[in-house]
């Protein structure tokens, strides 16, 4: 039953893979992205990888659909037609496809339990994680404390995204509005904001009621993760997702003047920052770099104090790069043809026509 | 006691299923845009409720149930205003007139955007 359900989702998998390749148009393109995210993240749990499938499911089919969607809101939605002949790039693929699988008929058969990667670390992970970390889910005890430099990595490289993201994109925001009055300012949104608020009625309403609870279950996500699937890194995608949800329906001028551009980006060096100084302070009590149980005079303890901070190091750092990337790619567009203001003043006045 | 619980959380999933597989066949045979959404939109918001709700009587554990309570909350929120807002987007972009001009060989045709 269970190789059924494999069969079936890896058959989707592929059909919507071929699907990717051959469509023209951008946004079918990217609803599909968003689908195969979802389906592989079933696939992941079906092989009880609730984690990976937890991760995949909010970054794969979430947030990056989202940036997606931002990306060909500036760049347009048809693919232009490239004329140029793909043998070259074909044979290549084809070869190195084929010595890849020609790798692969080395390989241990899948599932074994005789696998180099079972019997190297994995068994001390399975035996010794409980008493050594004191976590009941694995796979945090991994990755935020035996693997805690590894996941370091991961956040800085998160970090370095979000900085080249503002290094090309970041542009002077429209010097027109920041000498104006701040009044005119005001009542400019205003206006875009009661024109935006007959179309999307029904959308805004249910969206500030579900608001809360997306920011609730971020927080969950992001302090559970020692007993349960989760960690900072999915919580900074669904709180990242909370705040894209407002900006869409209220307006990009709306969201900018709730959330501060200056304490996000702040916020994403925080988090490096935090995760960064736990290891020195293990450091520095004579331990090794992220060696948690130098913080606390219980060695569990410690170890506890740390995978709090450094999640919390994380899940900072995750949602603040993603709004950071968010609004520099919204800002860009706005920048470009200022579509918002011009084309509901435009409505507003086929509406006075009327 | 037992088998009743049994009995009614089979026929809530049967149900659901069921309901599943009519918004799947409504959104191959249906003519237009707005009717295949139509089939979606409402099968799919009952479909996931039954399902749900027969897990839930399946389920002992009172805090699995409290979850699947919320997801249900969740879901009776968020399916109904997602079928709301592709078809004010639809109407927005005048999506039935254009869907209108084809020839009825391909109005059978899945929608392609």
């Known amino acids: ?354 | 006691m037992d088998t009743f619980i049994n009995i009614s959380s089979s026929v809530f999933l049967l149900t659901g299923s069921f309901l599943c597989i009519s918004g799947g066949v409504g959104i191959l045979r249906f003519p237009d845009f707005y009717t295949r959404m139509h089939a979606v939109g409402v099968t799919e918001t009952l479909a996931t409720a039954m399902i749900l709700i027969g897990l839930m009587l399946h389920n002992p554990d009172f805090f699995v149930d409290i979850k699947l309570m919320i997801i249900l909350i969740m879901s009776l929120f968020i399916s109904p205003t997602a079928s709301h807002a592709l078809a004010s987007a639809a109407m927005r972009n005048d999506f039935s007139q254009k869907n209108n001009e084809k020839p009825d060989s391909e109005q059978v045709k899945p929608w392609n955007p």
């Open chain 1, 1 to 354: 039953m269970e190789s059924l359900i494999d069969i079936v989702l890896l058959a989707f998998l592929v059909g919507i893979a071929f699907a990717i390749v051959w469509m023209k148009d951008l946004l079918a393109v990217i609803m599909l992205l968003g689908i195969y995210g979802l389906l592989s993240a079933s696939f992941f749990v079906a092989m009880d990888a609730v984690d990976v499938a937890f991760t995949e499911a909010s970054v794969g089919a979430g947030i990056s659909t989202l940036l997606m969607l931002v990306t060909i809101a500036m760049t347009g939605r048809s693919e232009h037609p490239v004329r140029h002949k793909p043998f070259l790039a074909l044979a290549v693929v084809i070869i190195t496809g084929s010595l890849l699988i020609y790798g692969t008929l080395d390989m241990p058969y899948f599932g074994s339990a005789q696998a180099p990667v079972h019997q190297h670390v994995a068994p001390r992970y399975i035996n010794d994680s409980i008493e050594e970390v004191g976590v009941p889910n694995i796979v945090t005890s991994v990755l935020a404390s035996y693997r805690a430099f590894d996941t370091f990595g991961e956040v800085v490289v998160i970090f370095t995204a979000g900085m080249g993201v503002l290094a090309l994109l970041s542009v002077v925001r429209r010097p027109k509005n920041t000498t104006g009055d701040k009044a005119r300012d005001i009542a400019k949104i205003d206006l875009i904001n009661d024109s935006m608020h007959e179309q999307h009625l029904v959308l805004r309403i249910v969206t500030k009621m579900l608001i809360p609870f997306i920011f609730l279950y971020a927080f969950y996500v992001q302090f559970h993760g020692d007993y349960g699937p989760g960690g900072g890194f999915q919580a900074g995608v669904i709180f990242a997702s909370a705040i894209f949800l407002y900006a869409m329906l209220f307006g990009m001028s709306t969201a900018r003047r709730v959330i501060n551009q200056s304490f996000i980006q702040l916020l994403a060096a925080i988090g490096v920052l935090l995760y960064g100084s736990v290891g020195v302070v293990s450091l520095l009590n004579g331990k090794n770099f992220f060696d948690y149980s130098a913080l606390s005079v219980d060695p569990i303890a410690g170890q506890h104090l740390g995978i709090l901070l450094i999640e919390l190091g994380v899940g900072c750092t995750v949602a603040s790069v993603m709004v950071i990337i968010f609004f520099s790619f919204a800002d860009r567009k706005d920048n470009g043809q200022n579509l918002e203001s011009n084309g509901i003043e435009n409505n507003l006045k086929e509406n006075n026509k009327k």
